[in-house]
C-alpha cells in the first residue's frame, strides 16, 4: 500500500508540470483510486473496474488501475482478467487522447499500455496457476498420506487375520495331542506305571508348549516385531517331526514323500503345506481317533507341490455330519491355501475322508 501511495504522488508531481490546471484533478482522482483498493480485496473485478474508470481521467489512477488488473488476474479466471484488462486499456486510450503525454506519440503510447496490461495478465495468470499446482499437490500429498495410513491399517489386519488362523492351526493340534493323551489316562488307569509316566510327561511338554505357541501369537498380537521373528515358523521340511507326534499320540500315519528338491520350496508355500498336513492330521485324531491315515506328497519346481491325505471315516456315523465337525478349520485352510496361489479340495467318499491340495512352485 505505502508503495502504492509513492507511485501516485509521484505521477501527480510528474504531471503537474504537463498540465498545472489540472492538478486538483489529479489529486482528487489519485485520493479516490487509493481509496478503492481495500474494496480489490473482497470484489477485485468491480473494484479493477471502478479504478479502470478513474484512469481515464488522470494518470494518478495508472498505479492503481494497473494493480487492480493484477488481482484479478491473479485471483480470477482468465477471461474476467481479459476482459479487465481490455477496460484498463481502453481507459488509458482515452486519457491519452485528452491528455497527451509529452515527448511520445498516442500510437506508441497507445501500444505500450496494451503490452503492459498483457504482461500484468501473463503474470498474473502465472502466478495464478503456480498457486493451484502448489494446492493440487498439496492435496495430492494429503489424499497419499491418507491412502497410506488406508494400506497400513488393511495390511495390520490382514495380518491380524493370519495370526488367528496360526493360532487356530497351531493349538488346534496341540490340544488334540492333550486330549488324546488325557483319554488314555482316563481310559486305561491300570496301565503300567512307567506308561502312565510317559503319558503324564507327554501332557505336561505340550501343555508347555501350547503356552508357548500362545504366547509368542499374544507377542505378535502386540507388533513385537523382535520377539515375534525369534521363533522360525515351520516349512516343508518339520512334516515329519509333525507326523511323529501325531504317531505318539498313537495315530497310524503312512508317509509318502516323492518331494523333489525340497529345500527349493519357497519358505511360504512351504508353511501352507505344513499347515495342510497338520490340520488334515487334526481332524483325524479328533474324528477318527486310531485310523490309519494316509499323507502322499509329491512335487517338483517349476510345477507343482501336491498334497493328499486319506483317512477312513469312522465307524458310527449315527451322529451324522456333526461327527465330522463345524468345518470350520478347513474353511479357513481353503482361503490360506487360495491365497497363496493353490487350491484345496475335502470329501468324504467310499468310507474314507479326503483331503487334497495343491500347491504352486515357481522354478
Excluded: C
Excluded at 322 to 329: I, P
Amino acid at each position: 500500500m505505502v508503495a502504492v501511495g509513492v507511485l501516485v504522488a509521484l505521477t501527480i508531481v510528474s504531471r503537474h508540470g504537463a498540465a498545472g490546471d489540472l492538478l486538483w484533478l489529479d489529486i482528487t482522482v489519485g485520493v479516490a483510486g487509493f481509496a478503492v483498493l481495500p474494496v480489490l480485496l473482497r470484489w477485485p473485478v468491480a473494484g479493477a473496474l471502478a479504478l479502470s474508470l478513474l484512469a481515464g481521467l488522470s494518470a494518478a489512477a495508472t498505479p492503481t488501475a494497473t494493480l487492480g488488473a493484477l488481482q484479478v488476474a491473479q485471483r480470477r479466471r482468465l477471461p474476467a482478467a481479459l476482459a479487465v484488462a481490455s477496460a484498463g486499456v481502453a481507459a488509458h486510450a482515452v486519457q491519452g487522447w485528452w491528455r497527451p503525454t509529452g515527448g511520445i506519440s498516442y500510437g506508441w503510447w497507445f501500444i505500450l499500455i496494451t503490452v503492459a496490461y498483457g504482461a500484468l495478465v501473463g503474470w498474473g495468470a502465472l502466478a495464478r496457476s503456480r498457486r493451484a499446482l502448489l494446492e493440487s499437490l498439496r492435496e495430492r500429498a494429503r489424499r497419499a498420506e491418507a491412502e497410506q495410513g488406508r494400506r497400513v491399517a488393511e495390511a495390520r489386519m490382514l495380518e491380524r487375520t493370519r495370526i488367528a488362523r496360526e493360532m487356530h492351526d497351531v493349538l488346534a493340534h496341540r490340544l488334540s495331542l492333550l486330549a488324546t493323551y488325557a483319554g488314555a489316562l482316563e481310559y486305561r488307569p491300570d496301565a503300567p506305571p512307567e506308561q502312565l509316566a510317559r503319558a503324564a510327561g507327554v501332557i505336561r511338554t505340550g501343555a508347555h508348549q501350547a503356552l508357548d505357541e500362545l504366547r509368542d501369537v499374544i507377542i505378535l498380537l502386540r507388533d513385537d516385531e523382535e520377539d515375534a521373528g525369534s521363533r522360525p515358523q515351520p516349512v516343508l521340511a518339520d512334516i515329519p517331526r509333525l507326523v511323529e507326534e501325531s504317531r505318539d499320540a498313537g495315530t497310524p500315519v503312512d508317509v509318502r514323500d516323492e518331494v523333489t528338491q525340497p529345500s527349493a520350496l519357497p519358505a511360504a508355500a512351504g508353511r501352507t503345506a505344513y499347515r495342510v498336513v497338520q490340520e488334515a492330521l487334526t481332524n483325524a485324531r479328533k474324528h477318527a481317533a486310531d485310523r490309519p491315515v494316509h499323507v502322499t506328497l509329491t512335487g517338483r519346481p517349476g510345477d507343482r507341490l501336491v498334497i493328499d491325505v486319506r483317512n477312513p471315516l469312522p465307524v458310527d456315523r449315527s451322529a451324522g455330519p456333526a461327527v465330522l465337525g463345524s468345518g470350520t478349520g478347513l474353511v479357513g485352510l481353503t482361503e490360506r491355501v487360495r491365497l497363496a496361489g493353490g487350491r484345496l479340495d475335502h470329501e468324504a467318499t467310499g468310507g474314507e475322508f479326503r483331503l487334497h491340495a495343491w500347491l504352486p512352485w515357481p522354478a
